[in-house]
């Protein structure tokens, strides 16, 4: 299935913390799993200093946009758009809310947690997966934007054997910041040991 561009427009963004920039934003038809992910083009997209930089960041309601600290998903969505608009790549906001299992399960999940699962196991207490995304469609974008070669913004190693199995020429992995608070120091730990995320923690157990 061919992805192609539907619609690109330029929308202004601003973070709670003042910072200020622009997107190209693309929409697609023929996306593999039908859904609405959206491609932000930031800084000089087109003509990015060498190979552009690009993050596949997975929606999340409770950190991007109502700054739940129960994960580090709002701080690093603020970071990559600052890195990205200065090197110049794209910001894939793909919409796989809960590492793909919807925001309702997540809360669940939340739930489990709360009673001393961690977030992977309360994910298989529920009957899901660890990790239930699939990056099909954020390789069909880039092809559509025609992107072929990418450094990947991204802590998680997943990310990166799944697009190059793709087609996706991952050139660089680049790490975000780690972003710790008490309130998600066992979250991180958690991706840390248990799906070998590239995080260094030295407050967290």
Known sequence: MTARIRTRVTVPLR????????????????????REHLALGLGDHRHPRGVPLV???????TGDVFGSERCDC???????????????GYLLY???????????????AYALQDAGLDTYEANLALGRGEDE????????????????EIRLLSNNPDKAV???????????????GVHLSPANARYLTA???????????PLAA
């Open 74 to 88: 709002g701080p690093q969505l603020r970071e990559a758009v600052e890195r990205i608009a200065e090197a110049g």
């Open 133 to 148: 995304r699939d990056y099909t469609a954020a390789a069909q974008m880039l092809t559509a934007l025609g992107v072929d």
């Open 15 to 34: 973070f709670p913390d003042g910072y200020a920039t622009a997107a190209e934003v693309f929409t697609f038809t023929g996306l593999a799993d039908g």
């Open 191 to 201: 991706k840390r040991d248990r799906t070998a995320h590239t995080l260094h923690l």
């Open 55 to 61: 993050r596949p960041h997975s929606e999340c309601l």
């Open 162 to 176: 799944q697009l190059a199995a793709l087609g996706v020429d991952v050139a660089e992995r680049v790490p975000t």
């Open 94 to 108: 793909l919409r796989q809310e809960g590492r793909g299992i919807g925001l309702y399960a997540k809360l669940d």
